[in-house]
């Protein structure tokens, strides 16, 4: 209950005039930038970090907040109209979001995206501000045999949700896990796949990896088809809102997708990624469940809303979690979080339990500004969900044109290296190759992300161990995700099974026919 004065109180100071105005325009820039490629908000807190050293340490943390929230949102955008996630956390979204467009519902997408956004960020930063405690003891209660159980759940489970074809994504969970290896180990120094270049030594940075395989990789796939790529400028970009049906069928994934969300924000290395796909594949399994037992199509693969509702959901209350282990630990748990932490220790102020002793008005007001900042993200998207539709109506070349400009210059800006826009050309060229075979390119980009951090924690347990391999099943948490991983990698098989038994056994007419004979 104390809670819940507290917040009220940060609500009163969050609500001046400076503060609301900080609040849009953190808003604004992070839905902004999230529909460029390879930008995110990451990148956008980061080039305003040096610019906000004069402000009020309340005001450009609510600033930094606003951008976090609202790049979450930005990034389904281009995910949607064009099928290039504008980061990482919105690549779910492409989907089903990305059909929807096809099929000439790419308002009602956008629609179900920003109100997911909105009604998870309010759910996940109502969550964070009542149970933060409890959450931090949670997060608390995780080793290095628990992370690494959690990113061998979150490889297997993602490597059967994206792909009906396993060994497809398992094969492209290998690519991602060997472009992570590249550059110095860590722990023995030892230079790993460097090719002899010195650039190499520090790995290839996420950012190329993101804009090579969904963006640029996604334009030359485009160009590669010539004529029997969609031309976008003959959709039809459909009603400006949702209809009875679309809400009916969205608010249940909006609060499936928020749950899972909430539940992994606060654990540090699970990142955004992994609760969206597992949004998505819940969304897969409950559609063709419901699906069989009305005796009508699924529409999953074709453009269903409910693969939009929820993984956005997740994203956005994901993004809420993070603030948990931020605030109460001083760890971050993404990118933008670990920008925030540099944010904080720039204005002499140190996140942990003592922050919230020592300076309350800040952690209050701060969390009352996510509220507020939700808000503004639905009051500025929704409205303009059928205007951003129109930008299929954009000619062909001009469009891809621009993404390959904005991919460039965001993957240049890194260290203004050439040898890093070689890398971009070589990560796209293997976009390119995946989906020309059908590989899926989801399962890279999460190796990609996961695979250090398993590789590190699993180095850990034994390391803490001494080399005894019991610590990796040593707690409920542990064997609780090894028990998910068998589930995960067992439906698909079991859902094989059964397709194959279908197809062999005899029509009902085909059985008379047998009978009478």
Known sequence: MDALFLLMDGLAAALTPQNLVWAFLGV????????????????????????????????????????????MFGGATTSILLNTPGQASSIATTYEGHKMALAGRAAQALGAAVIGSFLASLIGTLVVALFAPVMVEFALNFGPGEYFALTVFSFVAVAAVVS??????????????????????????????????????????????????????????????????????????????LSLGDWGRSWRPWLR??????????????????????????????????????????EFGEGAIEGVAGPEAA??????????????????TSATAAIMLAAFQQYGLQPGPVLFERDADLVWT??????????????????????????????????????????VLAVYAINTSVVHLVMLLAVALLGLAMRAFGVPVAPALIGVVLGP????????????????????????????????????????????????????????AERETADLG
């Open 315 to 332: 994203n956005n209350s994901s993004a809420a979690g993070t603030m948990v282990p931020l605030l109460g630990l001083g760890l971050p």
């Open 453 to 508: 951090i398993a590789e590190t924690e699993f180095r850990r347990a034994l390391a803490a161990s001494s080399g005894d391999p019991s610590i990796l099943v040593g707690s409920g948490i542990s064997i609780g995700l090894y028990a998910l991983v068998l589930v995960a990698a067992a439906v698909p098989v079991v859902a094989a099974l059964r397709r194959r038994r279908a197809a062999r056994a005899p029509a009902p």
């Open 366 to 407: 701060l969390l009352a500004s996510l509220l507020i900042g939700s808000v503004m993200l639905l009051v500025i998207n929704l409205p303009f969900a059928p205007l951003w539709a129109r930008l299929l109506k954009l000619p062909k070349p001009y469009l891809y044109a621009g993404i390959t400009l904005f991919s």
């Open 164 to 241: 009906g074809a396993v060994l497809r994504g398992l094969a492209s969970l290998l690519v991602g896990l060997a472009i992570g290896l590249i550059g110095i180990d860590a722990q023995s120094g030892t230079a790993r796949f460097d090719f002899g270049s010195a650039t190499m030594l520090d790995g290839i940075d996420i950012v190329i990896v993101t804009v090579g395989l969904l963006a640029l990789g996604e334009v030359l796939y485009v160009a590669a088809r010539g004529a029997s790529a969609p031309d976008f400028a003959t959709i039809q970009t459909g009603r400006p809102w």
């Open 257 to 298: 997708g928020t749950a899972l969300g909430s539940a992994f924000g606060p654990i540090p290395g699970s990142g955004a990624e992994v609760p969206t796909f597992l949004s998505l594949g819940l969304e897969r399994r409950l559609s063709a469940r419901r699906a069989k037992r009305r005796g009508v199509r699924d």
């Open 28 to 71: 604004l820039l992070g839905t902004a930038v999230g529909v460029l490629p390879g930008m995110g908000s990451a990148m956008a807190v980061a080039l305003l970090l040096p610019v906000t050293f004069r402000l009020d340490p309340t005001a450009a943390l609510i600033l930094f907040a606003g951008v976090y929230y609202g790049g």
